[in-house]
């Protein structure tokens, strides 16, 4: 079964640390996403990638950075956690467009709090 | 820039009843795709139904059916015969045939009362 996997569901960390979220799939995706969840807000993207050491801005990147060394791994970097970034983050991968039936494949989300 | 507009945060319906959520998104383009997905409490976003801009037949997925009016840019799903374990956050989502990025809108909080 497809599978996107979150290494950690709940974080808490301290204003000014640097945090690494995980993010690995196991389908093969060239693809792969970082979204920040917050209520009322829906989901906002902060990077993707499409293919390996590749990466995109999204609508709210300031603050992250990405890396992406291997095409099953994406990882979302905050350099210095602030309390704004309090939030649930959502890693999800999908094929490339054009792709027959292509879709979002989510992971389960990591609800990270800074304090 | 796109965007997806849900205008009710929150319905409920009874069990066994039927409920539509709307959706309307902004965009200039003819050639995209449009989504459904639930997000349950355990937090794992399952897709629910997809929709493809140029096809003019309505999807459906058992009892999940859209509503697609292209023109109105208005994307509405219905659920009917509504069960407990529909209790979800719904997303609509858009995403252009030309990008990669799928755009997504607030959510709508659906309850299911027994």
């Known amino acids: 079964d497809v599978k996107v996997t979150q290494s950690s569901r709940y974080l808490v960390k301290r204003t000014g640390e640097k945090v690494f979220l995980e993010c690995v799939q196991d389908m093969d995706h060239e693809n792969m996403f970082w979204y920040r969840q917050d209520p009322g807000l829906g989901l906002r993207l902060i990077y993707f990638s499409y293919d390996v050491k590749m990466k995109e801005k999204g609508d709210i990147p300031e603050g992250y950075s990405v890396s992406r060394e291997k095409k099953e791994r994406f990882s979302l970097i905050l350099e210095s956690a602030s309390t704004n970034q309090t939030s649930m983050y959502l890693c999800a991968s999908s094929l490339p467009q054009g792709v027959a039936n292509e879709k979002l494949f989510f992971g389960s989300g990591t609800q990270l709090s800074v304090l | 820039a796109q965007t997806v507009t849900q205008s009710q945060p929150e319905m409920s319906v009874q069990e066994a009843e039927t409920v539509t959520l709307s959706c309307t998104y902004d965009?200039?383009?003819?050639?995209?795709?449009l989504f459904w997905y639930k997000q349950p409490p355990s937090r794992q976003m399952i897709l629910v139904i997809r929709q493809e801009a140029y096809k003019q037949q309505n999807a459906t997925e058992n009892r999940f059916s859209v509503n697609f009016q292209k023109a109105a840019k208005s994307f509405s799903l219905k659920i009917s015969d509504s069960q407990l374990g529909d209790a979800a956050m719904y997303f609509c989502?858009?995403?252009?045939?030309?990008?990669?990025?799928?755009?997504f809108g607030p959510g709508t909080r659906l309850s299911v009362l027994p």
């Open positions: 965009t200039s383009e003819s050639d995209y795709y």
């Open positions: 989502a858009y995403r252009s045939a030309r990008g990669q990025n799928f755009v």
